[in-house]
């Protein structure tokens, strides 16, 4: 009885097939698993007294109409409101700087310096100057010139030469 010769060729397509469509297939599911939650949505706006205020939404983790007010302070927005959705690296804020943002997997995090104050979107929860606190639904936090936290002391590394 004779074997037939056995056909690399047809193993090693067969192969090259299945990691074409695995690795297209897991790049997809990559895409959707980075995006799926949608960004921070910032409306950057200014009251009716001049006061500047953040209003938060991030609808997929139930963050709606989170207000920030920085009281006591004059907004360079000549044309307010904007909203600025968070997408990207290098989003440009309304006002005040962009400090750092993680949008590998949105919402990610967004760190803004807005009055000499650091607010800070993360998923569990709205840091203002490294308080930390819980998202409420509606709620309103208030920062004044007179409560900006200190500025962060970077302790220098001794350098081995």
């Not at 207000?67 to 927005?77: D, I, N, Y």
């Not at 006002?95 to 009055?115: H, I, K, M, S």
Request: glycine residues 6%; proline residues 7%.
């Amino acid at each position: 009885m004779q074997q037939k010769p056995d056909n690399i060729l047809k193993h090693v397509t067969i192969v090259a097939i299945i990691a074409v469509v695995g690795y297209f297939s897991l790049y997809a599911l990559d895409n959707h698993l980075r995006a799926r939650k949608g960004p921070w949505e910032v409306t950057f706006a200014v009251e009716t007294n001049g006061t500047p205020y953040l209003l938060v939404n991030q609808p997929a983790l139930g963050v709606r109409d989170v207000k920030v007010r920085f009281t006591g302070e004059q907004s360079p927005l000549t044309n307010a409101p904007v909203t600025v959705r968070f997408t990207g690296p290098n989003t440009k804020p309304a006002f005040g700087e962009l400090r750092f943002q993680d949008a590998t997997y949105l919402p990610g995090t967004v760190t803004l310096l807005a009055f000499n104050h650091e607010v800070e979107l993360i998923q569990r929860g709205l840091a203002l100057d490294r308080q930390e606190h819980a998202w409420r639904t509606g709620m309103t936090m208030e920062l004044s010139p007179t409560n900006q936290a200190p500025p962060l002391r970077v302790k220098a590394r001794k350098r081995n030469y």
